[in-house]
C-alpha cells in the first residue's frame, strides 16, 4: 500500500512550519505497524501555484492513502478536518505574496466537500496517542483548506483515501501566553497520533 503523507512549507507569520516535518518523521518511522506501508513525504511550498502544478503529479503516483498535514496556529489541539469549504481570502497572501481574486475555489461547484473517511473512528485511534484531539467541520480559507478541496476534488470516490490533519505550533515556536494556559501538544505526541492515523487509515483504505 502507497501512502502519500504531506505538510507545508514557511509562510507569513510562520517562519517556522512544524507540518513539514511531521510529514518527514512520519515516512521515517521504523513500527511492525507500518512495514506494510510505502511512505513519500513531500513538502508544499505555501504558495497557491504550488498546490496547482504538485498536486496532480502527486496523485498521478497513484497513492491509497493521502495524509495531509498543515498548520493551524491558534489550535491548541489535533484538529481532523471533516470537510473542506469551497472559500478563499483576498485578505491572506501566501508565502509567494499572491492573494486569491475570488472568495471561492470553483466557481458553481458545491460550498463544501466531505471526506470520505471514517472520522470518528480516527480520532479515537488519535486520541489514543494524544489527549487532545477534535473533529472539525472548518478548515479555514488558507491553503490548508485549498489543498484540501483541490485533493478531495482529485480522488475517485474514496479513492485514495484523503484525511486533512491541522496540527498546533509546537512548545519551542508556541507563544509565550499560551503556556500560561494549557502547555501545546508536543512534537512526540503529534508524531504518535500521526503514526495512529496512518495505521487506522490503511485498515479503512482496504476494506
Known sequence: MRVLITGFGPFPRAPFN?????????????????AGLVRDAHVFA?????IDRE???LFAQQPDVVLMFGLAGRARELR?????????SPLLPDAGKYRPQHRTIECGAPAVRRGPAPFARLAAAARSRAARVRVSRDAGTYLC??????????????????LFVHIPLLPMTARPRWRLKRRPLSLA????????????LAAAARR
Do not use: D, F
Not at 19 to 30: C, E, F, G, M, Q
Not at 80 to 88: G, H, M, V
Not at 145 to 162: C, F, I, K, T
Open 55 to 57: 498536486l496532480p503529479r
Open 46 to 50: 505555501t504558495e497557491y501555484a504550488c
Open 80 to 88: 481532523i478536518e471533516t470537510r473542506a469549504r469551497n472559500a478563499t
Open 145 to 162: 483548506n485549498y489543498a484540501y478541496w483541490r485533493a478531495l476534488g482529485a480522488a475517485s470516490g474514496s479513492h485514495p483515501l484523503v
Open 18 to 34: 512544524p507540518s513539514a516535518l511531521v510529514a518527514k518523521t512520519l515516512a521515517r518511522r521504523r513500527r511492525p505497524a507500518l
Open 189 to 200: 505526541q503529534i508524531i504518535g497520533a500521526g503514526e495512529n492515523l496512518l495505521i487506522a
